[in-house]
């Protein structure tokens, strides 16, 4: 499902990180961080829930907005029954989506909201999502101080929270259109190569988005991918010219690849991966890039792997999904 | 396009893990973690001069507290990270998949928190070691009868 929209525009943006993102080459892009992963709070969760409240806090002031003036609150994260979200919305007394596409869940809530504008149903919105290292592992993995050996393929769910100001009212960058995925299986179950799960999931979102908008890769200045990490970059580039036989290797990357310093930051793996990641390096560095005209057009395709270990223990493969979004510069 | 072929191109870009390194390491720390047992078992029985068996259970006490006050003070999980099997074969493996836990869960309450979940890695060992206890004790006895 792809559609163009005729007048959204991005209003603003905040990114809120942990020590390890602050510690990577976009450290400086950041708007705030915290030296301690707890981030001043007891727990985890609590912690996560800081890092979103802070960056939908950042982003009110950033765009001189009050939170009455905000139509709608769209968030997504990773822990059970999206809590981090609700749990932040609660402090800001907006009207509320929570959802859940797991790491594309960012790219929902623009869409979602996006929608909504073009569809003068809503005049603004923030779409927000956060995720953090700690409550991850915990949640789907194992305690945090366990030191379970993992493999090459694994990644490094990142720490942050991240917002997107979407408005009616004229900006320098465009949300010029989408395409909503569908949820793919292609019979990867390990939990720890997620790159390889949600290549295809990205790799079908693209060609469905040029397809409908006859467009070719190189339409695009960059097309970028949330959390593929290096080997899921490698199967995307791959899987694009064997099944539609595409080049995208000339203005393709992997948001997960940029986040961190893979040589120096080895508790990495194969890069960044959770919601906030695709988020994070969009909002600290493309989006900058395009208001100072380095950029025109983006792809941002974030990927998210529909993961569930009750799932993965009964023996049923990962799923996994893709939206797509258009960012244009306005000149 | 079909799994098989998807998977074709998984393959093809799956990094080789160092298995030989991996497994030379562990080995070499196992061993070490080994002979750290024994030099406890020959300290405790000399020391406080009690029979070999008794020291035994005091090395075993002693590697568990230090794997737990390391894990504890957070830098175990590091070391296991590194020697993988050298480190969670031994009984210092048990006493780390507990204590870290017992640290994940302590902010949930010592009932919902601590008590249901301090076994979340270790109940697979206790039940299976338990179980296969049970079997080799019964074989053991059919075989040998009972010595």
Known sequence: ?331 | MEKKEYKKIVDRHKPTENRVQNAVISFLVGGLVGVIGQGLIDFYSSWLEISTRDASTFMTVTLVFIASLFTALGFFDKWVTFARCGLIIPITGFAHSMTSAGIEYRKEGPIYGLGMNIFKLAGSVILYGIVSAWIFGTVRYLLLGGL
């Open chain 1, 1 to 331: 499902m792809t559609y163009k929209y005729n007048n959204v525009y991005v209003g603003g943006y905040s990114t809120v990180v942990g020590p390890y993102e602050k510690d990577g080459p976009l450290g400086k892009h950041f708007d705030k961080s915290y030296t301690n992963l707890y981030c001043s709070e007891e727990t985890w969760e609590q912690a996560e829930v800081r890092l979103l409240t802070d960056s939908i806090d950042i982003l009110l002031k950033k765009t001189h907005k009050d939170r009455k003036n905000i139509d709608l609150l769209i968030s997504g994260d990773l822990l059970n029954q999206v809590t981090s979200s609700s749990y932040a919305a609660l402090k800001f007394d907006m009207p509320f989506f929570g959802i859940y596409s797991a790491c594309a869940s960012s790219a929902e809530g623009i869409i979602l909201g996006a929608s909504m504008i073009d569809g003068d149903k809503i005049k603004n919105c923030i779409a927000a999502t956060s995720s953090h290292n700690m409550s991850s592992e915990k949640q789907f993995r194992n305690p945090t101080e366990y030191g379970a050996p993992k493999p090459k393929t694994a990644t490094f769910t990142s720490t942050g929270g991240a917002s997107i100001y979407l408005t009616k009212d004229k900006s320098n960058i465009k949300v010029e259109s989408s395409t909503i995925g569908k949820v793919v299986d292609m019979g990867q179950n390990d939990p720890l190569n997620m790159g390889a799960v949600m290549a295809a999931a990205a790799g079908d979102t693209i060609y469905e988005h040029l397809k409908a908008l006859k467009r070719e890769p190189n339409y695009y200045d960059l097309i970028i991918t949330g959390d593929l990490g290096v080997y899921g970059k490698e199967i995307l580039i791959d899987y694009m010219h064997t099944e539609y036989g595409l080049d995208i290797s000339n203005n393709y990357d992997d948001a997960g690849t940029m986040l961190y310093d893979l040589n120096k930051q080895e508790e990495v793996m194969a890069g960044g991966s959770g919601p906030v990641c695709s988020a994070l390096v969009i909002y600290s560095k493309i989006l900058p890039r395009m208001e100072k005209g380095e950029l025109d057009r983006v792809l941002f395709v974030p990927t998210g792997a529909l993961f569930s270990p009750t799932f993965v223990y009964q023996h049923e493969n990962i799923n996994s999904i893709a939206h797509a979004i258009s960012l244009e510069a306005v000149r």
